[in-house]
T-cell receptor, first 116, second 112 residues
Framework: GAVVSQHPSWVICKSGTSVKIECRSL??????MFWYRQFPKQSLMLMATSNEGSKATYEQGVEKDKFLINHASLTLSTLTVTSAHPEDSSFYIC????????????FGPGTRLTVT | TQLLEQSPQFLSIQEGENLTVYCNSS?????LQWYRQEPGEGPVLLVT?????EVKKLKRLTFQFGDARKDSSLHITAAQPGDTGLYLCAGHVTGTASKLTFGTGTRLQVTL
């Protein structure tokens, strides 16, 4: 149980275009999902908390107009990188939190974004 | 300032050796998790500890939560090449149930 999927697993886009990444909880409902960014050989950095039916909460320093998050259902959250630039190239990982117990998070396999 | 410091940052050992990874903080955590991440993949949850002093075992891995719930350790006995990966501790600071704070990470390489 507690499987989270991401799509696509990798994407290459041109500078100035927008890219949408999907995060789905496959076998459980997640009122809260999280989006992380990870640079090579570094730990995960939380970008934003996505709550179903409400606006996302962004971490300090993360541009909400650049990284648009939508959590329209209990099993789907999307991250759209708008007007992408090469510095947005990174590994983006989502997670979904189970609603009971010690708030364990289960992670998706990640999406490798390369902006050329 | 990093809330959760892991040590060592990098560890290269031979198959069969034992090792310990430490995760330290000045903050109190209501729960703490350990993950393992392989290149190009998302982190995989290994264990969750919630009680101060708690010890959990997962085959050759032993996890301990400090009595004051400010630190944790991961001990691997007789490491194998399949243990290679990035080990991350992460926890919920008491009073901030939703956000998971990640440690700095420990990269383990086990060679034959």
């Amino acid at each position: 149980g507690a499987v989270v999927s991401q799509h696509p697993s990798w994407v290459i886009c041109k500078s100035g275009t927008s890219v949408k990444i999907e995060c789905r909880s496959l076998d459980f409902q997640a009122t809260t999902m999280f989006w992380y960014r990870q640079f090579p050989k570094q730990s995960l950095m939380l970008m934003a908390t996505s709550n179903e039916g409400s606006k996302a909460t962004y971490e300090q320093g993360v541009e909400k107009d650049k990284f648009l998050i939508n959590h329209a259902s209990l099993t789907l959250s999307t991250l759209t990188v708008t007007s992408a630039h090469p510095e947005d190239s990174s590994f983006y990982i989502c997670s979904a939190r189970v609603t009971s117990g010690p708030y364990e998070q289960y992670f998706g396999p990640g999406t490798r974004l390369t902006v050329t | 300032t990093q809330l959760l410091e892991q040590s060592p940052q990098f560890l290269s050992i031979q198959e069969g050796e034992n090792l310990t990874v430490y995760c330290n903080s000045s903050s109190v955590f209501s729960s703490l998790q350990w993950y393992r991440q392989e290149p190009g993949e998302g982190p995989v949850l290994l264990v969750t500890v919630v009680t101060g002093g708690e010890v959990k075992k997962l085959k050759r891995l032993t996890f301990q939560f400090g009595d004051a719930r400010k630190d944790s350790s991961l001990h691997i006995t007789a490491a194998q090449p399949g243990d290679t990966g990035l080990y991350l501790c992460a926890g919920h600071v008491t009073g901030t149930a939703s956000k998971l704070t990640f440690g700095t990470g420990t990269r383990l390489q086990v060679t034959l």
